[in-house]
Antibody
Framework: QVQLVQSGAEVKKPGASVRVSCKAS????????INWVRQAPGQGLEWVGW????????HSAEKFQGSVTMTRDTSINTAYMELSGLRSDDTAVYYC?????????????WGQGILVTVSS | EIVLTQSPGTLSLSPGERATLSCRAS???????LAWYQQKTGQSPRLLIY???SRATGIPDRFSGSGSGTDFTLTISRLEPEDFAVYYC??????????FGQGTKLEIK
């Protein structure tokens, strides 16, 4: 069965960077895009960006351009998201989620989420 | 960027009742490219509906989606205890960003 397993919780100081991972199994990793969606405590969902595991091409929402880097390692079916220049309002659960491609972009499987806490 | 507004914010109903959740877009959603998700406390979202009206794999037929243009509806025909959760709509008809509504909390009355 399709599984997206994410790395563990992180605590970082303001200004630092964090890299989180998402390991895929149960399907052909290169055939689907990996998206990142975040959810601040008690808030709604916000799309961060996607990566095409086949090509390595990524695209992020405008507000995250310059601060987010998405990569992948196809040898271990894992996608990564690095967020730099962390601020307190980056505190959120970060989910990876699968989509068919860059269109249509809806999310049929989700990881369990990673809580990233930014605090001094 | 398309803004999605969900109503009501909270819906209080009893098991067995019918639930109707609304999602309104700030501009027309191309080709009804709208999805609905269910999120239970402490869990990841789960895809229910895509393309405004197509049920995702394994989703019971008491869940149905409808609508086009700027107005979309998720209907749960007969509520089961496990259906009480937060529901989000998401549009993917426009170029990124792919936006979500703020959610409707469905609670037991």
């Amino acid at each position: 069965q399709v599984q997206l397993v994410q790395s563990g919780a992180e605590v970082k100081k303001p200004g630092a960077s964090v890299r989180v991972s998402c390991k895929a199994s149960g399907y052909t990793f290169s055939a689907y895009f990996i998206n990142w969606v975040r959810q601040a405590p008690g808030q709604g969902l916000e799309w961060v960006g996607w990566i095409n595991p086949n090509s390595g091409v990524s695209h992020s929402a405008e507000k995250f351009q310059g601060s987010v880097t998405m990569t992948r390692d196809t040898s271990i079916n894992t996608a990564y998201m690095e967020l730099s220049g962390l601020r307190s309002d980056d505190t959120a659960v970060y989910y990876c989620a699968r989509s068919l491609g860059d269109f249509p972009v809806y999310f049929d499987h989700w990881g369990q989420g990673i809580l990233v806490t930014v605090s001094s | 960027e398309i803004v999605l507004t969900q109503s009501p914010g909270t819906l209080s109903l009893s098991p067995g009742e019918r639930a109707t959740l609304s999602c309104r877009a700030s501009q027309s959603v191309r080709s009804s490219y709208l999805a609905w998700y269910q999120q239970k406390t402490g869990q990841s979202p789960r895809l229910l509906i895509y393309g405004a009206s197509s049920r995702a794999t394994g989703i019971p037929d008491r869940f149905s989606g409808s609508g086009s243009g700027t107005d979309f509806t998720l209907t749960i025909s007969r509520l089961e205890p496990e259906d009480f959760a937060v529901y989000y709509c998401q549009q993917y008809g426009d170029s990124p960003p792919y936006t979500f509504g703020q959610g409707t909390k469905l609670e037991i009355k």
